[in-house]
Each structure stands twice: as structure tokens, then as C-alpha cells.
């Protein structure tokens, strides 16, 4: 079945069956069971990170509102299985501490990436160490003990892209993880360019309106495994409350991912014309991101902006903008920042469901002003 259908389905297949049409929004963190000696078999079994598809123990071995986005974002990104967490912060974390674990805890990275990513490797306080490398060079920054390859496409925040399957093909048995915020299934599925690992901050567009925060990660049941062991023991969980919202975001995802782009790519060919834009970037692939170098005062964009929302953050039904070298990539080291392309004149925007001649009148008039 088509995406747009799945979307709407996945993950409540079993709803007519139940009775009820809502998904069925469970908060106990704990479970009664007679039976201890059963209890205790299952237990071995959750400490080995395989769910064995049975009643819920403790809300942080699993959920069952919970399970339902796993499995319905596992299966619009084509993967076997799906990991939640609290945060797009805490996924990745989960994935960078499975490397360490396994002894492998050098990770190859592709600038740019998201702020705080760059940071966590950047400053290794996970206890992995990264190589900085160009999408073309990760072959030869790889060495026997590289456990990761980390990469963003579109990247945040000049929406580089970089070829998936080149640097898989490049990677060789090393996983590597594609961040897929930005682009979401809808636009890109990075298992079939060869990815083992997908990762989402599903506090963007899986979300979709700005009001729950949340992370997950598509892959195969194996490396899920030792996801969920870490999350076991870490208690990064997602709320229930969130994984009902982010399922709930999930529906409408395909059409609201076509309706931002398509409002996207009409602002980025306008901007490439407007006399106070020097740049524009916007991805092949599309989506609803458009970042551009202005000639005037960049934070002076921001403050004039009235429907766009002046905030960090993407993904939201609301259009939001901001200035990366101020907030979201403000952590990164100054020339880090300006070897990614991030220049001070750079403004991220992330565009929503507003009419596009709003967000176009709104937008040249803060550009003429500053
Ligand atoms: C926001 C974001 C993250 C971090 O996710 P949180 O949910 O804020 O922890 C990671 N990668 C990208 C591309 C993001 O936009």
C-alpha cells in the first residue's frame, strides 16, 4: 500500500478488532502478574533487548501506546523494527554508547550536522571520539576500531546533501546512522540506499506541531536489541503521552510534509530573486527547510518577522526561522562552524501550513527592513 494510506494505518491495525476507533492511550508504569516464575522467565528475556510480543511488566521496558509508533514509524521507514526515546538527543545517544560498548568507540562524521550532535561527538563526553571527514573520505577515515558513521541529509543547516548509498558503500560492515529529521520517510528512506541505522528527532515533523519532544531509530531487529538493552538501563523512555501524539502527527505527515515543500520550493525560488538575498540553499530532494545568506543584518530578519515564528526548532504546522550561528550552531567551534558552510549570514527556515503569499509578504518585508 501506498505511504499515505500506511500512514494513516500503521500501528493501528488492530483498532477495529478492539472495538475503538482512538488508540488506546496506556499510562501504567507497572503491570500486575500473578505468576512470578513466568515474570522472571520474561525478564531474562528483556535483559537480552528482544520483546517477546506479550503483556507489558514496566513502562520502562516497554509501552504499548509506545510500541504502536515504533512499529508504525519501523514500517514507513521500511525498516524491520523501532527504537523511541525521550528525545532525538537520547536516540542518538543510545547509538554512540552501543558503539562503546561493542569496543568500537572511534565514529566518522560528516559536517554539517545538527548543533548539538556535532557537540556530543565533538567533545566526546560519551566516550567515543570522532574523525571529521568529507562524505567522499569516509574509506579512509575508517580504522578497525570504528564502531559508527554519522551522517545528516539534508544536513542542518545549508540542507547540504550527502550520497547515502556512497558512503554505506564506502562505510563497508561499519553501520551507519542517517539522521532523516529533515527529510522524513515521506521525502527519503535511508535503509534502501543501504543505512543500517535511521534516526529521528521526532520533535520535528514526525510530531508535526511543536508540542512533544521525542527520538527514535529505525533498523534492523539485531541492532535493536542492544538499543533497547541501553534504553533499559539508561531510562531515556518516551513518555506514553508523546508516543500517542507522535502516532497520532504520523497520520498527517505525508500531506503535510507535500503541502510545506511545495510552499518551500515557491519561497526559494522567490528569494533567489529578492535583492536582499544572496544565497539560497534548497535541497534536490525537496522538504520544507530553506536556508538563505542575506546581505543585511541576519538577526535583524528575525526580529521583523510577524506570521513566521521567531524560534529554534522545525517541523511545526507554524513557519519558524532563526539565525544558526546564534542558536542552533552556536555550540559548534567558530571555525568548525565556517568549514561547514555555516556563515554568519545564514538564516534556517522551516515552513509550515500558512498560505504562501503570507509567509512571502512577511519575509520581504523583514528583508527590506534590515
Ligand atoms: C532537533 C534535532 C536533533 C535533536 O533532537 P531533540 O529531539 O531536540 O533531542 C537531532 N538532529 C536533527 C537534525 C534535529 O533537527
Not at 512533544?212 to 538501563?233: K, N, P, S, T
Not at 522567490?270 to 544565497?279: G, M, Q, S, T
Request: charged share 20%; with cysteine; aromatic share 4%.
Amino acid at each position: 500500500m501506498a505511504l499515505d494510506t500506511r500512514a494513516v494505518h500503521a500501528g493501528r491495525d488492530d483498532l477495529v478488532d478492539l472495538g475503538v476507533h482512538a488508540v488506546p492511550l496506556d499510562f501504567s508504569t507497572t503491570y500486575p502478574a500473578r505468576d512470578s516464575a513466568a515474570e522472571a522467565a520474561r525478564l531474562d528475556t528483556f535483559a537480552t533487548g528482544e520483546m517477546d510480543g506479550g503483556l507489558p511488566i514496566y513502562s520502562r521496558v516497554s509501552n504499548p501506546t509506545v510500541e504502536r509508533f515504533e512499529s508504525a514509524i519501523a514500517e514507513l521507514e521500511g525498516c524491520q523494527t523501532a527504537v523511541a526515546f525521550a528525545s532525538g538527543m537520547a536516540a542518538l545517544s543510545a547509538c554512540l554508547l552501543a558503539s562503546v560498548v561493542q569496543g568500537k568507540p572511534h565514529v566518522v562524521a560528516v559536517r554539517p550536522l545538527y548543533g548539538t550532535t556535532d557537540h556530543l561527538l565533538e567533545s566526546g563526553l560519551l566516550g567515543t571520539f570522532v574523525t571529521w571527514a568529507a562524505a567522499d573520505e569516509v574509506a579512509s577515515a575508517i580504522r578497525p576500531d570504528t564502531g559508527l558513521v554519522v551522517v545528516e541529509s539534508p544536513a542542518n543547516p545549508t540542507l547540504t546533501e550527502v550520497d547515502i548509498a556512497a558512503v554505506t558503500e564506502a562505510a563497508g560492515p561499519v553501520p551507519v546512522l542517517v539522521d532523516n529529521t529533515f527529510a522524513t520517510p515521506v521525502l527519503q528512506r535511508p535503509v534502501e540506499h543501504g543505512a543500517r541505522i535511521t534516526m529521528h528527532s521526532a520533535t520535528k515533523f514526525l510530531g508535526g506541531h511543536g508540542d512533544v519532544m521525542g527520538g527514535v531509530i529505525a533498523c534492523d531487529e539485531e541492532y535493536a536489541r542492544v538499543l533497547r538493552q541501553l534504553r533499559f538501563v539508561t531510562g531515556g523512555v518516551l513518555h506514553p503521552m508523546a508516543g500517542y501524539l507522535l502516532l497520532r502527527g504520523l497520520s498527517t505527515l505525508p500531506v503535510r510534509i507535500r503541502a510545506a515543500s511545495a510552499t518551500a520550493a515557491e519561497l526559494a525560488r522567490r528569494l533567489a530573486d529578492h535583492p536582499k538575498v544572496e544565497r539560497v540553499h534548497y535541497p534536490r530532494i525537496g522538504g520544507a527547510l530553506v536556508s538563505i545568506e542575506v546581505t543585511g543584518d541576519p538577526c535583524a530578519v528575525v526580529s521583523e518577522v510577524r506570521v513566521i515564528t521567531p524560534a529554534v526548532s522545525l517541523g511545526s504546522v507554524d513557519s519558524l526561522i532563526q539565525h544558526p550561528g546564534s542558536l542552533t550552531h552556536r555550540i559548534m567551534p567558530p571555525d568548525a562552524r565556517e568549514d561547514a558552510g555555516i556563515s554568519e549570514q545564514l538564516l534556517r527556515l522551516s515552513i509550515g501550513l500558512e498560505d504562501v503569499e503570507d509567509l512571502w509578504q512577511d519575509l520581504d518585508q523583514a528583508l527590506v527592513k534590515a
